[in-house]
């Protein structure tokens, strides 16, 4: 009787150890994993549809990605000064940015118009100055604008595996032209048109800025760290 007292209480006092070894793992797995969030790389790109503008210089302020939890990160870190009317025929590297795997299902751009140069042409075929104006006839200041990427169906970066987003700022689409009588000026109506996808337009050149880094003539690569603009 004496002994078998001494087994049961042996018995509670093993799994009383076994159950908080397992808590103490489990808080530990949980931290770790916290702790050690896998990141991936995303090269943003900007590209533009075809239209009538000679320049359409604006500050962009802000460029977000959404995952699929609604978690934002921001990948521009300081305002960049950038004329869309030159990505007609071109893809330009825009920034290069580290953040948690995951799946992406939204892009968000922030666009400053208070210093923005416009000009478009007119029937003549000359450069005339343009103002941006929103849809109550008020001078444009900051617009966001936020988009699916790939339609919907969103996008996986990867953990060592670089991933490919192009942003289209469609200024045809985005953009109501109207000149005054005299053909000397415009006024812009704006509703911006923005469109997201990890597409690669081959008709396009892509172009990138930024230190040569090293060149290999064996693999015939060569390594660029980008500094746009």
């Keep these: 009787m004496f002994l078998h007292s001494i087994n ?23 931290d770790s994993a916290a702790q050690q969030e896998l990141q991936g790389d995303v090269y943003v790109s900007l ?23 609604g978690v934002t990160f921001e990948t521009l870190p300081n305002t960049t000064t950038l004329d869309f009317a030159q ?48 849809e109550n006839n008020n001078l444009l200041s900051t617009v966001t604008l936020t988009t699916l990427i790939n339609g919907g169906e969103g996008f996986a970066i990867r953990y060592g595996a670089p991933a ?3 942003l289209d700022f469609d200024l045809e689409a985005s953009n109501e032209v109207e000149i005054d009588e005299n053909g000397e000026s415009a006024t812009l109506t704006v509703n911006p048109v923005l469109v997201a996808n990890t597409d690669i337009a081959s008709d396009k050149t892509r172009r990138l800025r930024g230190l040569l880094k090293s060149v290999n003539l064996q693999t015939e690569s060569f390594v660029v760290d980008i500094r746009p603009f």
Excluded: H, W
């Excluded at 049961?8 to 949980?30: E, N, P, R, V, Y």
């Excluded at 968000?108 to 104006?133: K, M, R």
């Design 8 to 30: 049961q209480a042996a018995l509670k006092l093993l799994f009383f150890i076994l159950l908080g070894s397992a808590l103490l793992m489990g808080c530990a797995d949980s």
């Design 47 to 69: 590209t533009d549809a075809e239209g009538d503008f000679t320049q359409y210089t604006v500050d962009v302020t802000g460029l977000k990605l959404y995952r699929a939890n």
């Design 87 to 134: 990505y007609v025929d071109v893809t330009e590297f825009l920034t290069t940015a580290t953040v948690p795997v995951g799946y992406y299902t939204k892009a968000e751009i922030t666009l400053d118009f208070s210093n923005a140069e416009l000009s478009v042409e007119n029937d003549q075929g000359d450069s005339i100055p343009a103002t941006a104006l929103d």
């Design 164 to 166: 490919s987003l192009t």
